[in-house]
């Protein structure tokens, strides 16, 4: 069933994708809009929602730790000499309304808001696409504008102390098998070599499913990857990796990551070919 706070992705009739715009969560995991489940088209789920070892991590969506000390990621914050610290800022993403709503898409409005005041306006824009009878695209692009009077800037762990935690942006939190995903970009292979690094793709293949991201901006393309494999499943595309991303009043940053969903477990030429259509489309 669609309601208006959870409209379903359809590819080809099929139900790919749900998407839960005002989740009724406590402030400490950031509230935000996020699509779980997700499923290939043979109905295997590829997203975790609330697992127990980061109840903070919302299937698919975006989470930034730092937008001007305010947490809209969820959990702790990491606080520079002092390390990952319990405060009281988080953020949320508030959904005020659809421009345009489809069966295999849409594109919505948000506010993010903290301390009772909004920082940034966002327009998400969600397509799913079929490229074969075993694998789906989904594109997701996000614009950030600053709606205040001042500067502000996008940091990480990273940015604030905490080698190689760069995460911040899009983020895949994917499912929780018992073997440890395979991870690979067109000319790296696993968790070590594949993160932090920049990549035109990255691949993460599960048991049965395979899950291929690749940034589809030239901006995209220069955020590295933050990938998790052996503690636990996810991808991201970090937005501040070695410094913060500043983002003046009235301006912009704009990211779109276009992930394949495929059952099976491809190889590297598979993951190339399926990502290349799914990026030109």
Request: no cysteine; proline share 7%; glycine share 10%.
């Amino acid at each position: 069933m669609t309601t208006d706070d959870s409209p379903v992705l359809r590819v080809a009739g099929r139900p790919v994708g749900r998407y839960i715009t005002r989740p009724e969560l406590p402030s400490r995991l950031s509230p935000r809009p996020y699509l779980h489940p997700v499923t290939t088209l043979a109905g295997t789920a590829v997203t975790e929602l609330s697992p127990a070892d980061h109840s903070h991590h919302l299937g698919v969506g975006v989470a930034v730790p730092d937008v001007e000390g305010h947490n809209f990621w969820g959990g702790r914050t990491f606080v520079r000499d002092r390390g990952p610290t319990e405060l009281d800022n988080h953020g949320a993403q508030r959904h005020t309304g659809f421009q345009l709503r489809d069966p295999d898409g849409f594109v919505e409005e948000l506010r993010w808001v903290a301390a009772g005041t909004e920082l940034l306006r966002e327009r998400r824009t969600v397509a799913a696409t079929e490229l074969t009878d075993t694998a789906w695209a989904l594109d997701f692009t996000f614009s950030l504008t600053n709606v205040t009077p001042d500067p502000l800037s996008i940091g990480s762990p990273a940015t604030n102390g905490r080698p190689g935690a760069a995460y911040g942006g899009f983020f895949w939190r994917a499912r929780k098998e018992h073997g440890t995903p395979h991870v690979f970009t067109a000319d790296r292979e696993g968790e070590s070599e594949v993160h932090g690094h920049r990549a035109d793709w990255l691949a993460l293949a599960g048991s049965t499913w395979t899950l291929v991201f690749a940034g589809a901006t030239d901006a995209t393309r220069r955020d590295p990857w933050f990938v998790r494999a052996e503690e636990y499943p996810g991808v991201g595309s970090s937005l501040a990796s070695e410094e913060r991303l500043p983002i003046g009043p009235g301006d912009t940053a704009v990211r779109r990551v276009v992930t394949v969903v495929a059952d099976g477990r491809l190889g590297r030429d598979e993951a190339a070919a399926l990502v290349r259509k799914a990026v030109s489309q």
